[in-house]
């Protein structure tokens, strides 16, 4: 079979990018992924999700904080197609996805560390800063994914108490950065609460943090967020502050089981990082889904859309229940107080199909999170919820 000529599907911008990545012929066969997908998204693509078929009786997961409505349909096509490359490491992949990545974020694409998920860049951050020394600064009740791996690596982590209204205290974390601080750990929004830090306050913390300290920024779920794409904090670490911002394809791209992220960050960073050769590499066809998803912006829009309304549904029944929960959530979740312990009522109400977060957040034992859903889940939440609430 004729070779097909992979140099002219790519654009010329992008085949510079290639090259300083590293990605000569070795890199040809991912180049052509990148353009099929790029043509497939000129061509037109369908806004429906590949949705999971539905089993009214299954348990109504909304407990991880998913994506119940599955991944972009160009998403499923381009793994279905490579199903039968899955022999060979996935380095020339990576390095094409990387370019791409940087090329969207206006970063070099050696600021760029791809990994399985966004988990394992939190879990080398924290690493990265036990070596250097130094603790971590960030807020309660937030995501536990840098706090607890550093904790067990011996490393302090100073939580500084939320606002009234649940929101981060950046003053409070401001003034906490001292001599013997190592980093800082901003989660934004943040899980669980599922509030936002407004972008004029939060780019002037990170302007004053990062002369002092390398800040991390999780934006896991910012591309939901009203602020989006205001809050998006990529300029400080394209400017070369030492700042991380991670991003995982676990959300709004609903690829949770098939784990795909990524952090910018100095070049520097990455490298240290890389070379503890801890983080694995990558997989195959969460590489070439991730691809396919970024060039789905129709995909993109939809699940935006769905996941605002998701979050609009979640605090409709907050209302109807007569439960307070934190104002203004921001992610795929609403954060709720039950006014009764939360592990019991995870527990009962896993006893009617719906899981939710149990004793997760210890300083809030009556607080749970709950995650959206498809219609009829929330729905089941709902009535689940009102039946257990009332009869307290
Ligand atoms: C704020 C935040 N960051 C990072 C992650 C890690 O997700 P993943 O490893 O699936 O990318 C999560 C997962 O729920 C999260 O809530």
Request: glycine content about 8%; proline content about 6%.
């Amino acid at each position: 079979m004729k070779n097909p000529d992979y140099d002219s599907l790519i654009s010329p911008s992008r085949r510079n990018l290639m090259k300083f990545a590293g990605v000569g012929a070795l890199g040809a066969a991912t180049a052509s992924l990148v353009a099929c997908s790029e043509s497939a998204s000129a061509a037109g693509t369908t806004a429906a999700a590949t949705t999971p078929a539905i089993d009214p009786n299954a348990i109504a997961i909304m407990s991880a904080n998913e994506n119940p409505y599955g991944p972009s349909p160009m998403a499923i096509e381009a793994m279905s197609k490579e199903l039968n490359n899955l022999n060979r490491y996935a380095y020339p992949l990576t390095q094409a996805f990387a370019a791409k990545i940087a090329e969207r974020e206006g970063v070099a694409v050696e600021q760029v560390l791809v990994t399985n998920g966004s988990s394992p860049i939190l879990a080398a951050f924290s690493d990265y800063v036990n070596v250097k020394g130094g603790e971590i600064v960030t807020s309660a009740i937030t995501y536990e994914g840098v706090p607890r791996v550093a904790e067990q690596a011996g490393t302090k982590v100073v939580y500084m108490p939320l606002t009234q209204d649940l929101g981060y205290d950046l003053e409070a974390i401001s003034a906490a950065i001292g001599p013997n601080t190592g980093a800082v750990y901003i989660c934004n929004p943040n899980n669980p609460t599922g509030r936002t830090i407004e972008p004029a306050k939060l780019k002037a913390f990170i302007e004053d943090a990062s002369s002092k300290v390398p800040v991390f920024i999780d934006e896991a779920y910012m591309d939901m967020a009203d602020d989006f794409p205001a809050g998006v904090m990529t300029e400080f670490v394209a400017a070369g502050k030492p700042v991380i911002v991670a991003r995982t394809f676990s959300k709004i791209y609903a690829m949770a089981g098939q784990r795909l992220g990524y952090g910018i960050m100095p070049a520097d960073m990455a490298m240290a990082m890389r070379k503890t050769g801890r983080l694995s590499s990558v997989n195959h066809l969460g590489l070439v889904a991730g691809m396919a998803s970024l060039d789905d912006t129709v995909y993109f829009d939809d699940m935006r859309l769905k996941m605002i309304k998701g979050r609009e549904k979640l605090i409709a029944m907050a209302n109807d229940l007569g439960r307070p929960y934190a104002p203004n959530p921001q992610g795929n979740f609403i954060y709720m107080d039950l006014g009764m312990n939360n592990q019991e009522f995870a527990d009962k109400m896993l006893e009617k199909g719906v899981k939710v977060v149990g004793s997760r957040w210890s300083e809030k034992p009556e607080w749970t999170r709950i995650c959206v859903g498809l219609d009829h889940e929330i729905e089941k939440c709902h009535a689940a919820a009102k039946q257990i609430l009332t009869a307290i």
